[in-house]
């Protein structure tokens, strides 16, 4: 049982027959759920298809800090009836990048709150984008209501280490990248983080330690694929396929059984993500 939270089924430099090679990879696999999560319009559509072309997907429809200079209101309406369709579960990918800034920071600001104000009004969970924009992010995730008791009270609460009741905003930091201090934080705010392959490098302490010291319970796995891919493939293409050694890494990390981990972060994500 394994749910690969973060995809990219919807690259668009896969070929049709890439594509279906890839879906009968998925079925030949472990995995159980993927979520295919869109970065602009077109692989917003492409999503919600291959939702509906396959059992075990689901989609997320939104516009990457990358493509915000994309964004226009209409294209902003559209999102929104993409998110009508059957298997759309969170608005995402979203968010804030400062690394490449595709986009001008200004713009990516203002979609990002735009989209935040579309998953508060359609009490949709989202799922979140952030590269070199640590503060920024949580500033306008903040000021925007993400983590506000009116929000959280739209969702079940879910269950922490010790079994306790805990409130839960419905927010996905994807492929974490942060401190232990900011993961903490997060958590607190009652948001969820997800692990990606990049903790399987020997060099990357930071997310180590994020793996070693939050709770399962607030974790997910992903592949963020095709991109990001974990040792021992890294150099090759991600697969989703390959969520199997990130989850066997926190694993490790944490000193428990892999089934563990890969139950646990599944059943959180189906849980995050409201899948029967």
Same mark, same amino acid.
């Given at each position: 049982?394994?749910?690969?939270?973060?995809?990219?089924? +919807?690259? @668009? +430099?896969?070929?049709?027959?890439?594509?279906?090679?890839?879906?009968?990879?998925?079925?030949?696999?472990?995995?159980?759920?993927?979520?295919?999560?869109?970065?602009?319009?077109?692989?917003?559509?492409?999503?919600?298809?291959?939702?509906? !072309? +396959? !059992?075990?997907?689901?989609?997320?429809?939104?516009?990457?800090?990358?493509?915000?200079? #994309?964004?226009?209101?209409?294209?902003?309406?559209?999102?929104?009836?993409?998110?009508?369709?059957?298997?759309?579960?969170?608005?995402?990918?979203?968010?804030?990048?400062?690394?490449?800034?595709?986009?001008?920071?200004?713009?990516?600001?203002?979609?990002?709150?735009?989209?935040?104000?579309?998953?508060?009004?359609?009490?949709?969970?989202?799922?979140?984008?952030?590269? @070199?924009? !640590?503060? !920024?992010?949580?500033?306008?995730?903040? @000021?925007?209501?993400?983590?506000?008791?009116?929000?959280?009270?739209?969702?079940?609460?879910?269950?922490?280490?010790?079994?306790?009741?805990?409130?839960?905003?419905?927010?996905?930091?994807?492929?974490?990248?942060?401190?232990?201090?900011?993961?903490?934080?997060?958590?607190?705010?009652?948001?969820?983080?997800?692990?990606?392959?990049?903790?399987?490098?020997? #060099?990357?302490?930071?997310?180590?330690?994020?793996?070693?010291?939050?709770?399962?319970?607030?974790?997910?796995?992903?592949?963020?694929?095709?991109?990001?891919?974990?040792?021992?493939?890294?150099?090759?293409? #991600?697969?989703?396929?390959?969520?199997?050694?990130?989850?066997?890494?926190?694993?490790?990390?944490?000193?428990?059984?892999?089934?563990?981990?890969?139950?646990?972060?599944?059943? #959180?994500?189906?849980?995050?993500?409201?899948?029967?």
């Amino acid at each position: 049982m394994l749910f690969d939270s973060h995809a990219h089924l +919807n690259n @668009e +430099n896969f070929t049709e027959e890439q594509r279906t090679e890839l879906v009968k990879e998925i079925e030949d696999s472990p995995l159980s759920y993927v979520m295919d999560v869109g970065f602009d319009l077109e692989s917003s559509m492409q999503a919600v298809k291959d939702a509906q !072309d +396959n !059992d075990w997907c689901y989609a997320a429809v939104g516009f990457h800090p990358h493509d915000a200079k #994309n964004m226009d209101d209409m294209i902003l309406e559209l999102i929104r009836g993409l998110t009508k369709k059957d298997k759309v579960q969170a608005i995402g990918e979203i968010g804030l990048d400062y690394h490449y800034d595709l986009s001008e920071r200004d713009v990516q600001r203002y979609w990002f709150r735009r989209q935040i104000q579309l998953a508060n009004e359609l009490k949709m969970p989202v799922i979140i984008h952030s590269r @070199e924009a !640590d503060q !920024d992010t949580m500033t306008i995730l903040k @000021e925007e209501g993400a983590f506000s008791d009116e929000r959280k009270s739209w969702f079940e609460p879910r269950r922490g280490p010790d079994g306790q009741l805990l409130a839960d905003s419905r927010v996905l930091l994807h492929c974490f990248s942060g401190s232990s201090e900011m993961a903490e934080q997060y958590v607190k705010l009652g948001a969820t983080l997800s692990i990606c392959g990049p903790v399987t490098f020997k #060099n990357n302490r930071k997310t180590r330690q994020v793996a070693e010291r939050i709770p399962l319970e607030f974790l997910l796995v992903e592949t963020d694929s095709p991109y990001l891919t974990p040792e021992p493939f890294r150099g090759r293409p #991600n697969k989703p396929s390959y969520v199997e050694y990130t989850a066997r890494k926190v694993a490790e990390l944490k000193g428990i059984s892999y089934e563990e981990v890969a139950r646990v972060t599944c059943e #959180n994500a189906k849980r995050f993500f409201r899948i029967p």
